[in-house]
């Protein structure tokens, strides 16, 4: 059976909150499962021959011999009867995971998917803090596109250079979520949480929000912080706490990989009151998620970013505290 990609309406691109346009949930959800083994057809169809030939085997004994010969018939289509059976059933439940799991989406579908969502959040994020591209500013000495967030959105959803190149955007998985690695070995999530960073002269303006790539519902909050008031502009590594629900479901087929994973990388910005608004960048061993590794999933360039708007709006010094910054 050959797998056919969903094809969204002409002239119709997913976002969030768009249901209409929006690629169905049953088959966004295929990306997260495994097809069916082949070899468990194969094995189905053999049971379903041995048992088809013993129960013609038997019904032929039974009208060729007699005597007790006819035992044997009997024994053959009992057999037959069995193993088919168990062939028959076999073959349904099959048909049934094969139903559930196929046609799937491809790497690049999912991709253009996010890419999409990633879009609209952005967006969003300016009419929700109540802004607009007039009001933000970016430091003295940056140019150029916000980094590599912005280039790998255009990427995935095949745009334009988007506009409102001073917003700033990192994104991460959020938990608990299915995931998936592709065939491209890079890992999908079934719910992302997205941060986008707006400076302008005054304030950090902060939009946040969690994305369910199955619906493309969306969980938003906002929060706005004096310069002055931040103090540390940080990522760091954090053991998962599984307990908490903190853990990634992955297909049964990559358990053996995601069994290592046990922290997950986190920027923060925390203000001078103690209050501090979080995400997750990616999550990995505790060997692979060490401190200033470099990984593109860190967002190095965004946080160079923050950390010039910072510097710049506190008059170019930098304090004692300022080297958490």
Same mark, same amino acid.
């Given at each position: 059976?050959?797998?056919?990609?969903?094809? =969204? =309406?002409?002239?119709?691109?997913?976002?969030?909150?768009?249901?209409?346009?929006?690629?169905?949930?049953?088959?966004?959800?295929?990306?997260?499962?495994?097809?069916?083994?082949?070899?468990?057809?194969?094995?189905?169809?053999?049971?379903?021959?041995?048992?088809?030939?013993?129960?013609?085997?038997?019904?032929?004994?039974?009208?060729?011999?007699?005597?007790?010969?006819?035992?044997?018939?009997?024994?053959?289509?009992?057999?037959?009867?069995?193993?088919?059976?168990?062939?028959?059933?076999?073959?349904?439940?099959?048909?049934?995971?094969?139903?559930?799991?196929?046609?799937? =989406?491809?790497?690049?579908?999912?991709?253009?998917?996010?890419?999409?969502?990633?879009?609209?959040?952005?967006?969003?994020?300016?009419?929700?803090?109540?802004?607009?591209?007039?009001?933000?500013?970016?430091?003295?000495?940056?140019?150029?596109?916000?980094?590599?967030?912005?280039?790998?959105?255009?990427?995935?959803?095949?745009?334009?250079?988007?506009?409102?190149?001073?917003?700033?955007?990192?994104?991460?998985?959020?938990?608990?979520?299915?995931?998936?690695?592709?065939?491209?070995?890079?890992?999908?999530?079934?719910?992302?949480?997205?941060?986008?960073?707006?400076?302008?002269?005054?304030?950090?303006?902060?939009?946040?929000?969690?994305?369910?790539?199955?619906?493309?519902?969306?969980?938003?909050?906002?929060?706005?912080?004096?310069?002055?008031?931040?103090?540390?502009?940080?990522?760091?590594?954090?053991?998962?706490?599984?307990?908490?629900?903190?853990?990634?479901?992955?297909?049964?087929?990559?358990?053996?990989?995601?069994?290592?994973?046990?922290?997950?990388?986190?920027?923060?910005?925390?203000?001078?009151?103690?209050?501090?608004?979080?995400?997750?960048?990616?999550?990995?061993?505790?060997?692979?998620?060490?401190?200033?590794?470099?990984?593109?999933?860190?967002?190095?360039?965004?946080?160079?970013?923050?950390?010039?708007?910072?510097?710049?709006?506190?008059?170019?010094?930098?304090?004692?505290?300022?080297?958490?910054?």
């Amino acid at each position: 059976m050959a797998s056919q990609p969903y094809v =969204p =309406p002409q002239g119709q691109r997913p976002a969030p909150g768009g249901q209409s346009s929006r690629p169905p949930a049953y088959w966004i959800t295929r990306y997260f499962i495994d097809p069916p083994d082949p070899a468990v057809l194969r094995s189905a169809l053999i049971k379903l021959w041995i048992g088809a030939s013993a129960f013609a085997l038997g019904l032929l004994t039974l009208v060729a011999a007699s005597g007790a010969d006819k035992g044997l018939g009997f024994v053959l289509l009992i057999v037959g009867c069995v193993v088919g059976s168990g062939g028959l059933s076999a073959k349904k439940a099959y048909d049934a995971a094969y139903a559930l799991a196929m046609p799937r =989406p491809s790497d690049a579908e999912i991709d253009q998917l996010i890419g999409m969502d990633s879009l609209s959040i952005l967006n969003r994020a300016l009419p929700q803090l109540g802004l607009t591209d007039a009001d933000l500013v970016q430091p003295r000495g940056v140019s150029g596109a916000a980094g590599v967030s912005f280039t790998d959105i255009e990427a995935r959803a095949g745009a334009e250079p988007v506009p409102g190149g001073n917003q700033m955007m990192v994104w991460g998985p959020s938990f608990p979520c299915n995931s998936s690695i592709g065939q491209d070995q890079r890992t999908r999530y079934s719910r992302y949480e997205f941060m986008v960073i707006c400076p302008t002269h005054y304030q950090l303006a902060i939009y946040k929000c969690e994305l369910d790539l199955y619906t493309g519902q969306l969980k938003e909050s906002t929060n706005e912080y004096h310069y002055q008031d931040v103090v540390a502009v940080r990522t760091s590594a954090v053991p998962l706490n599984r307990h908490g629900g903190q853990y990634v479901n992955p297909r049964p087929s990559q358990r053996a990989y995601f069994s290592r994973i046990d922290t997950r990388r986190v920027m923060e910005i925390v203000v001078s009151s103690g209050d501090r608004t979080s995400i997750n960048l990616r999550v990995a061993s505790s060997t692979e998620a060490t401190v200033d590794s470099g990984d593109p999933l860190d967002f190095p360039q965004v946080l160079e970013r923050v950390r010039a708007t910072l510097r710049e709006k506190k008059g170019g010094v930098r304090r004692a505290e300022e080297d958490l910054i």
